[in-house]
């Protein structure tokens, strides 16, 4: 059986009848909440590279959106931030105003990610209320709002690493909180492009080798955010050689092996460079295998693009490595992930399809 059999099986288990209106207003709402979404991990690798991420050492959903109004508020504030690790070990003898500027940011980031949960909430609500949210629909929003808050959840979890016992936060958490932000960046584009009726245009086989890429990416992600919460992008600035040689000693200093690849500076750059090669071959390997097959061309433009968003990234990541990371050039370079996961989304969507609501 075909993707398109599946899809026409289906089909007829769906809603009989939604008006387009309807859906055309929850695919801006659901495209609104993307873009603010990827605003969100822009402004959080901001947070991250200006080490901004542990000036507010209280987690308070409700309260902490009001921020320091005045003199006295900035200085119990400032005086929290003195407190911990990072400042005794790393920033003493800060000015306040140059807390207050890691502050802005850390305040920024959170009042973002509150700002997405209610653009999220409140029309899904009317939405539902309403009775325009179709059956197959309302579970998927749900998922995606639980998932938000657990990103939230996930965000302070990380923050609270770095309050104690640590000057930073601990980089499988770093890790975590930023694959999950890709994650549920991922799942709303996928819901947003499935209120569109498309053909499935692929065969089984393209849609496994699509969702292994995607898999693969996301391991990339887990890589890169352990690059990023070690400081390692800050050593070994060169490339295609790094620290001389194409495979560098001290890969495996540690014990036990396994460790390394999660606590080893130069070991988790070097694995962020060695799946960014292999990712990179598989797409070109992909996108070839799709001009020859007897696809739509659809299918063979979105595994293209594919291709195209992995080469930007890949060389904006050797940028970002050869240039010691600067902020503009670090920021592109998260962002572009999220245009790899736009590709490979919308390449999996042509392939199979979109089922009503699915």
């Keep these: 059986m075909t993707l398109a059999d599946s899809a026409s099986k289906i089909t007829t288990s769906f809603d009989a009848h939604v008006p387009e209106g309807r859906l055309a207003m929850i695919r801006a709402w659901l495209y609104t909440v993307l873009g603010l979404i990827f605003a969100m991990v822009v402004v959080g690798g901001a947070t991250r590279l200006t080490d901004s991420g542990l000036s507010i050492t209280e987690w308070k959903p409700i309260l902490g959106a009001i921020p320091p109004l005045n003199d006295a508020d ?6 929290k931030y003195r407190l911990i ?3 005794q070990e ?6 306040l105003a140059e807390f207050q500027f890691i502050f802005w940011w850390e305040w920024g980031h ?8 209610l653009v999220f909430f409140i029309p899904a609500a ?3 209320v309403l009775g325009w949210l179709p059956s197959q629909l309302k579970p998927r929003i749900a998922i995606l709002f639980v998932l938000g808050g657990l990103q939230g959840a996930v965000g302070w979890w990380m923050v609270a690493s770095g309050l104690v016992d640590r000057v930073d936060v601990s980089q499988y958490r770093l890790a975590t909180h930023l694959s999950l932000a890709c994650f549920l960046f991922a799942g709303v584009y996928w819901v947003a492009l499935g209120l569109k009726h498309r053909e499935a245009k692929g065969t089984a086989s393209v849609s496994k080798a699509g969702w292994a890429l995607l898999v ?4 990339q992600i887990f890589a890169g955010a352990l690059v990023a919460g070690m400081d390692a992008g800050l050593a070994y600035n060169t490339w295609p050689l790094m620290d001389d040689r194409m495979v560098p000693d001290g890969l495996a200093v540690m014990e036990p092996f396994w460790l390394n690849s999660f606590e080893n500076a130069k070991a988790v750059q070097f694995n962020h460079r060695i799946i960014a090669y292999g990712l990179w071959v598989l797409v070109l390997v992909h996108a070839l295998w799709m001009t020859r097959k007897a696809v739509a061309a659809s299918v063979k433009t979105s595994a293209w693009l594919i291709f195209a968003a992995v080469t930007g990234q890949a060389l904006i990541g050797i940028a970002t490595l050869l240039l010691a990371v600067p902020l503009d050039v670090a920021l592109m370079h998260q962002a572009g992930v999220l245009f790899v996961l736009m590709a490979l989304v919308w390449h999996l969507r042509q392939v199979e399809g979109s089922y009503n609501f699915i």
């Design 85 to 87: 690790p990072e400042y």
């Design 216 to 219: 693969l990416v996301f391991v």
């Design 74 to 79: 900035w200085q119990i504030a400032f005086d």
């Design 126 to 128: 009317v939405f539902w």
């Design 110 to 117: 959170r009042f973002l990610g509150r700002f997405i949960g």
């Design 90 to 95: 790393i920033n003493k003898g800060m000015s």
